[in-house]
């Protein structure tokens, strides 16, 4: 078993991790404190092919493996959660449904400019009743002729503000429960009766928006159908297998990040005649914050590499989610605990890790239901 990235991987990684030293964690509280998408960052991720790591090259992705799309998530991840958010939805929830589902006229018209950054991509499932039963939707497709036409209500969309498509999941066969959903493509910009009608301001990751949108008598012509009426269940779970791996790249991100704020402070830091990190309970405390991550970092490979072999990843996709997101959380709180007053402060990143971790344990599956998954592929 071999625990060495290959060169290529190294190289990607090393140069997204430069960019994000460079041009990102300078304003990344600055971003967070404006609340607003930061287009120009992903224009030059565009110009590094960055948007579509994961996406063949015949539709203007750079071509690589899901391991090298979990590297640049977490590099993304370390200095800037919300960045990483809006990322990992355009890739693993906006653009890859296209690429598995989608027809080649499809691929061409919807995919490619999203693999290329020209636009950002969304996934819209949730809805405002849902919570974590997804699959109880009440946004409808009716068929009339030979156009599509959607009403409902989809709630906590990622980049649905500034997308150029929408994955949206309703209801084509009421009679059939997961049989009966099915997903569409909405262009925001030109279908009418689509509108945003809420950006929330949240705890954190303020910098990707998180949206209302509603459906009122949206019209769409059959070709907007991803795949076959009533496989639109299926997609999700396909999807999230590997959108799970990109939340745990990004939660492993956060703990990095959150890790090395607090090993490069407590290092400097004196009290009672010696840097903090010489006392036992800081030193402890750095120790399992490194041990957490490191783990993360483990799992979430281990769930990427078996993705790109074609295992199917349902368990091991969501034991790195479950246990990268809560290594977030534990280590970014330590980390506002070691740097103490200064921890709870804007001055400092700590506390933005911490306040963008908590997101982890609840999209893409909360916690709870990462166990109730992983108690299923258990037997029990």
């Not at 990004?250 to 903090?276: C, M, N, V």
């Not at 368990?315 to 534990?330: F, G, Q, V």
Request: aromatic share 8%; proline share 3%; with cysteine.
């Amino acid at each position: 078993m071999d625990f060495e990235l290959p060169a290529e991987h190294r190289m990607i990684r090393d140069t997204v991790r430069e960019f994000c030293e460079e041009e990102i964690a300078p304003v990344a509280q600055e971003l967070e404190d404006d609340h607003e998408f930061p287009a120009d960052i992903f224009a030059q991720l565009a110009d590094l092919d960055m948007m579509g790591v994961p996406v063949s090259e015949e539709y203007g992705g750079l071509g690589g493996d899901q391991l090298m799309y979990a590297l640049v998530t977490e590099e993304l991840g370390r200095v800037s959660g919300g960045i990483g958010l809006s990322y990992a939805a355009h890739v693993s929830l906006g653009s890859k449904p296209i690429e598995a589902f989608g027809t080649e006229e499809q691929k061409e018209r919807w995919l490619t400019p999203l693999a290329t950054g020209e636009e950002m991509g969304a996934w819209a499932l949730t809805e405002p009743g849902s919570g974590s039963d997804a699959s109880d939707m009440d946004t409808m497709a009716v068929k009339e002729g030979d156009e599509y036409v959607l009403n409902g209500t989809k709630q906590f969309i990622t980049n649905a503000s500034v997308a150029g498509s929408v994955l949206v999941k309703a209801v084509t066969d009421p009679g059939e429960g997961y049989d009966g959903i099915s997903t569409f493509i909405v262009d925001p910009k030109n279908d009418d009766g689509f509108e945003v009608t809420t950006v929330w301001d949240k705890m954190g990751l303020n910098c990707s928006p998180t949206c209302e949108i509603a459906l009122d008598d949206v019209r769409l012509p059959e070709d907007r159908l991803l795949g076959e009426e009533g496989e639109g269940w299926k997609q999700t779970m396909k999807t999230l297998d590997g959108g799970r791996i990109s939340i745990a790249a990004l939660s492993t991100g956060l703990a990095q990040g959150a890790y090395s704020a607090a090993h490069d402070y407590a290092k400097e830091r004196e009290q009672f005649g010696k840097p903090i990190a010489k006392h036992d309970a800081i030193r402890d405390k750095l120790v399992d914050m490194y041990r957490k991550t490191e783990r993360a970092r483990l799992l979430t490979h281990k769930a990427a590499c078996r993705y790109d072999a074609g295992n199917r990843v349902s368990t091991e996709s969501a034991l790195a989610k479950l246990d990268a997101s809560e290594a977030a959380r534990e280590v970014a709180e330590d980390a506002v605990q070691v740097l103490g007053g200064y921890g709870y402060t804007e001055d400092f990143a700590p506390q933005r890790f911490y306040r963008d971790a908590k997101l982890m344990e609840i999209g893409e599956g909360t916690s709870e239901i990462q166990h109730l998954v992983l108690g299923r592929q258990l037997g029990l």
